[in-house]
Structures are given as structure tokens and as C-alpha cells.
């Protein structure tokens, strides 16, 4: 593939994908190195709707194929909650430790054997035909009642990884990359790019 755009202003995101898609992709673009590129509003109810919705606003604006992924925790004993409103699950602006602050507050009266959790990552591929393809990943795990480890960000200090003793915040990234939602996301689409 000649060019593909990606949804997102995180620079280091992209660094990521050339680093396990350059062989795939002769140039990344992303939001910031566009001017004007218009800033999605997330209102889907599904982490599909949203990565669908900033790949195809993506697609058009650029005329190229585009990538764009949503991601989040859900929470079985809160129904599936944060969702899609992980990021500003303690409101609007919040960063983690006020999400980690309010996650801990919802599951204060659940015991440690109903705190099932997932992370989740759909990524979505949009081509200038209309052409669509999304790819999710997922991780299993607990939600413990206080955190552990330095590493990661989000909810990773107090996701406990099935089949690990640790939290995702106390996996080395390299480890973490290879068992991640959006590392399993990222696999499927080089697996797709690979056949096609």
C-alpha cells in the first residue's frame, strides 16, 4: 500500500504502525500532519462506531485509505461500563487517575470474584470505494482493588491479566504489545494487508 492516513493526532501511534507495518506501507499520514483535518466526534454506543466513523470522515477528507481504532474497558458487573466512555469516564477532561478514582468507587461493594473485565480495541480499514473491514482484539481479565505497577497508562495499574500474576502496568511492553487488544487488533489488520 502506497499511502494510508490514520486517524489520530498521537505521533507515537505511528511510530508504532511503521514499526510493524512499514514493510507493509510506504507512507503514514495522520491528523496532524494535515491541516484541517476535522476532529471526530465519538457519539457511537459501540467502540465499531466510532473507529468506523473516524476512518470514513478519515477516508473522505484525505481521498486515501484510512485507519482508526476505538478502544476502552468494559466491565461485566457494570454492564459493560466505562465502554466507550473510558477515556472521560470521570467526566469530560478527566485523566486516569480520576478514571481509576471513579472505576474503583463503582466496584467498591463488588467482591474480587464479580470483577470480570475486558479490554477491547476495533480497528477499523475504510478505502476511498467505500470498502470496510474492522478488526477487534481483547483481553481478559480482573479488576483489582488497588493498583499495581508504574508502566502503561489508562486502567492498566489495576487490570489483573488472565493467566499472569501481574497487572497490565507491570508487564514489560514488549510482553504487554504481544497479549494487548490493540496489539491482536494491529496483528489481524497486518494478517489482512499480508493476503491482500
Not at 500500500?1 to 505521533?11: C, G, S
Not at 480482573?142 to 488472565?162: A, H, N, S
Amino acid at each position: 500500500m502506497k499511502q494510508l492516513v490514520v486517524a489520530t493526532r498521537n505521533r507515537g501511534k505511528i511510530r508504532e504502525l511503521e514499526a510493524m507495518l512499514g514493510d507493509l506501507v510506504d507512507e503514514f499520514r495522520c491528523a496532524a500532519d494535515l491541516a484541517g483535518f476535522p476532529d471526530t466526534v465519538e457519539d457511537g454506543v459501540t467502540f465499531e462506531d466510532n473507529a468506523l466513523k473516524k476512518a470514513r470522515e478519515a477516508s473522505r477528507f484525505t481521498g486515501l485509505p484510512a485507519l482508526a481504532d476505538d478502544s476502552g474497558l468494559v466491565v461485566d458487573a457494570l454492564d459493560g461500563r466505562p465502554g466507550v466512555f473510558s477515556a472521560r469516564f470521570a467526566g469530560e477532561g478527566a485523566g486516569d487517575a480520576a478514571n481509576n478514582l471513579r472505576l474503583l468507587e463503582e466496584l467498591r461493594d463488588v467482591s474480587a470474584g464479580e470483577r470480570r473485565a475486558a479490554f477491547v480495541c476495533v480497528l477499523a480499514f475504510v478505502s476511498p470505494d467505500g470498502f470496510e473491514r474492522t478488526f477487534t482484539g481483547r483481553v481478559g481479565g480482573q479488576i483489582l482493588e488497588t493498583p499495581r505497577g508504574d508502566g502503561g497508562f489508562g486502567y492498566d495499574p489495576l487490570f489483573l491479566v488472565d493467566g499472569f500474576d501481574c497487572s497490565m502496568a507491570e508487564l514489560e511492553l514488549e510482553r504487554k504489545n504481544g497479549i494487548s487488544h490493540r496489539g491482536q487488533a494491529f496483528r489481524q489488520f497486518r494478517e489482512y494487508l499480508e493476503q491482500n
